[in-house]
């Protein structure tokens, strides 16, 4: 046992994680050391092809020459420094940035925190206060079936899934799809929460073709704000820089996370409409009283700001399309693979649904040279963009080799 596990099992807790099975005697855990590209290298040298970019983070590839440039650069002015009262050069840019990759004058006001949850945390606080500031009696959440928002108080609550959902929550209404949500009484309704496309942690399950389109008209219809959720789908996974673009839709507020700085640091942004941010402006009763330590982190900032340059000045999109098409072709050959129950693909983002335990699968698949996690038995796959097609071959054949084994 090397230092690092021993460490690990007598002190560490992971998330997600059973820690009896983590810490039995004759589990050897996985120690990650390095990475380039695609790819990443464990202690004893061995590598995997990282096939689910680091839980959905990492965009252009471990060592990103252009990212660690940047991250180095900011490192010679100063780390971080407080968003609370103060501004900085590289927050005040990204903000602008971010509010420019939306149809002009929809989306005007960022807000930054660390994550995830916590970017859907701020939409729903400001929600609630917007509603109370404007006198109205609007004080119901709706979100859907299977949905995943995140771990903190008010985004597990929206959670459609019953595991993260346990302790403490507030109350919201989960429907199936549009038809249970044109019963509800849509003058009470706060906002709805939505993953665009995709969800998530419900198996990479997709929405029929124009939900999202009608949801923003039920929205309209009833008055309602709408929270787009682009934690996930956000920078390229579904095939455009949005998933809110394929419908042609700009939510009222839209989370953005994991792979905002290339998946190199947390930080997160809400992005939001003048409409919203003009109902706060007054008297120190309608400040909204919500902050992290990090936000706007310089570091992190720095980051975004190259990630979004890379994008624009090397075509990513563009080059994704063929990678897309490409990973179409392999899971169609997959899907005819014994062991193999059904296939689903949004852009770049893949869930493979296997007869056998999809965690086994994923065990199993690391002796040929793979890495991901499942959600129950969905394996997923979603590697970074800078994977080159005979990688992507890799990652299939290692799945349905695995399935085989198991």
Not at 66 to 73: E, S
Not at 175 to 194: F, H, P, S, T
Not at 274 to 303: D, I, K, M, W
């Given at each position: 046992?090397?230092?690092?596990?021993?460490?690990?099992?007598?002190?560490?807790?992971?998330?997600?994680?059973?820690?009896?099975?983590?810490?039995?005697?004759?589990?050897?855990?996985?120690?990650?050391?390095?990475?380039?590209?695609?790819?990443?290298?464990?202690?004893?040298?061995?590598?995997?092809?990282?096939?689910?970019?680091?839980?959905?983070?990492?965009?252009?590839?471990?060592?990103?020459?252009?990212?660690?440039?940047?991250?180095?650069?900011?490192?010679?002015?100063?780390?971080h420094t407080s968003f609370l009262g103060f501004t900085n050069p590289p927050a005040a840019a990204l903000a602008a940035q971010l509010c420019g990759l939306w149809p002009s004058g929809k989306l005007t006001r960022c807000f930054f925190t660390d994550d995830g949850s916590t970017a859907?945390?701020?939409?729903?606080?400001?929600?609630?206060?917007?509603?109370?500031?404007?006198?109205?009696?609007?004080?119901?959440?709706?979100?859907?079936?299977?949905?995943?928002?995140?771990?903190?108080?008010?985004?597990?609550?929206?959670?459609?899934?019953?595991?993260?959902?346990?302790?403490?929550?507030?109350?919201?209404?989960?429907?199936?799809?549009?038809?249970?949500?044109?019963?509800?009484?849509?003058?009470?309704?706060?906002?709805?929460?939505?993953?665009?496309?995709?969800?998530?942690?419900?198996?990479?399950?997709?929405?029929?073709?124009?939900?999202?389109?009608?949801?923003?008209?039920?929205?309209?219809?009833?008055?309602?704000?709408?929270?787009?959720?682009?934690?996930?789908?956000?920078?390229?996974?579904?095939?455009?820089?949005?998933?809110?673009?394929?419908?042609?839709?700009?939510?009222?507020?839209?989370?953005?996370?994991?792979?905002?700085?290339?998946?190199?640091?947390?930080?997160a942004a809400t992005l939001t409409t003048e409409r919203v941010y003009e109902a706060f402006l007054g008297g120190p009763e309608r400040t909204l009283y919500y902050g992290h330590s990090y936000c706007g982190n310089q570091l992190g900032c720095a980051l975004a700001l190259e990630n979004l340059a890379i994008f624009a000045e090397e075509?990513?999109?563009?080059?994704?399309?063929?990678?897309?098409?490409?990973?179409?072709?392999?899971?169609?050959?997959?899907?005819?693979?014994?062991?193999?129950?059904?296939?689903?693909?949004?852009?770049?983002?893949?869930?493979?649904?296997?007869?056998?335990?999809?965690?086994?699968?994923?065990?199993?698949?690391?002796?040929?040279?793979?890495?991901?996690?499942?959600?129950?038995?969905?394996?997923?796959?979603?590697?970074?963009?800078?994977?080159?097609?005979?990688?992507?071959?890799?990652?299939?054949?290692?799945?349905?080799?695995?399935?085989?084994?198991?």
């Amino acid at each position: 046992m090397t230092d690092t596990v021993a460490q690990d099992q007598h002190h560490g807790w992971h998330p997600f994680t059973q820690m009896r099975d983590w810490c039995a005697p004759g589990h050897e855990p996985l120690v990650l050391v390095e990475g380039e590209g695609a790819i990443l290298r464990d202690d004893h040298g061995r590598e995997y092809l990282d096939g689910n970019s680091s839980i959905w983070t990492n965009l252009h590839g471990h060592r990103h020459p252009r990212l660690d440039a940047a991250l180095r650069r900011q490192l010679d002015r100063v780390a971080h420094t407080s968003f609370l009262g103060f501004t900085n050069p590289p927050a005040a840019a990204l903000a602008a940035q971010l509010c420019g990759l939306w149809p002009s004058g929809k989306l005007t006001r960022c807000f930054f925190t660390d994550d995830g949850s916590t970017a859907i945390e701020v939409a729903l606080k400001m929600t609630a206060q917007f509603w109370q500031l404007h006198g109205e009696d609007r004080r119901e959440f709706v979100a859907f079936g299977g949905a995943y928002h995140g771990d903190t108080v008010g985004a597990a609550s929206l959670g459609g899934i019953a595991t993260f959902r346990a302790g403490w929550h507030f109350p919201v209404t989960h429907v199936a799809g549009m038809e249970e949500l044109e019963k509800l009484d849509g003058k009470r309704v706060a906002a709805v929460c939505i993953e665009p496309l995709i969800q998530g942690a419900a198996g990479m399950r997709l929405w029929p073709a124009g939900m999202l389109a009608a949801l923003r008209e039920w929205c309209d219809a009833h008055g309602a704000l709408l929270i787009a959720d682009e934690v996930m789908t956000g920078f390229g996974r579904t095939g455009t820089m949005f998933a809110c673009e394929r419908e042609g839709v700009t939510p009222d507020f839209v989370a953005l996370a994991k792979g905002l700085t290339g998946g190199y640091l947390p930080l997160a942004a809400t992005l939001t409409t003048e409409r919203v941010y003009e109902a706060f402006l007054g008297g120190p009763e309608r400040t909204l009283y919500y902050g992290h330590s990090y936000c706007g982190n310089q570091l992190g900032c720095a980051l975004a700001l190259e990630n979004l340059a890379i994008f624009a000045e090397e075509n990513v999109l563009s080059t994704l399309a063929g990678k897309i098409a490409r990973l179409t072709e392999l899971l169609a050959a997959l899907e005819k693979e014994p062991g193999i129950r059904a296939v689903r693909q949004c852009g770049f983002i893949a869930g493979i649904d296997v007869a056998a335990s999809g965690a086994a699968v994923c065990i199993a698949a690391r002796k040929y040279g793979l890495l991901t996690r499942p959600i129950r038995d969905t394996v997923v796959v979603m590697p970074p963009y800078c994977v080159s097609d005979a990688q992507l071959e890799t990652i299939i054949t290692a799945i349905a080799r695995a399935v085989r084994d198991v």
